[in-house]
């Protein structure tokens, strides 16, 4: 993971977060957040931290880990995504038209006319 990638090549050339930030030209705290995981750099930030950690971006990413990963194991986290993502767009159309039929009913509720809608995805 990213985080702990930061982490291991900082400590590893005998840098503080202190240090590290001001090669890099942001706060300490902002280091310290990309090392606990809670925010990641931006693309500026990323080029400027591989280059002050001697690696490139892709490496500081995890590229290598990437090939490493055997093709069968590749195809089942990408399955995996596949579903998540289908998962949550059918969550965000049901939203939707949940969202759709509180505004008819709050549209006929106040007396206002209605008018059809379109439906999304349809």
């Known amino acids: 993971m990213l985080k702990d990638t930061i982490k291991k090549l900082r400590t590893e ?9 001001e090669r890099i030209h942001v706060v300490r705290q ?3 957040k990309w090392e606990r ?23 500081l990413l995890g590229e290598s880990a990437m090939a490493e ?12 995504l596949d579903e ?6 059918q969550r965000l159309d049901r939203l939707v038209r949940s969202l759709k039929w509180a505004l008819v009913g ?4 106040a007396g206002e006319p209605v008018q ?3 439906v999304v995805g349809s």
Do not use: C, F, H, Y
Not at 44 to 57: C, F, I, K, Q, T
């Open 13 to 21: 050339q005998g840098l503080s977060q202190d240090e590290l930030a």
């Open 37 to 59: 995981g809670t925010s990641v750099p931006d693309a500026d930030s990323l080029v400027a931290l591989a280059r002050a950690l001697g690696v490139s971006a892709a490496e």
């Open 30 to 32: 902002t280091v310290s």
């Open 106 to 109: 709050a549209a006929v509720m």
């Open 69 to 80: 990963k055997e093709p069968n194991e590749l195809a089942w986290e990408t399955s995996l």
């Open 116 to 118: 059809p809608m379109a």
């Open 84 to 89: 998540r993502i289908t998962s949550e767009s």
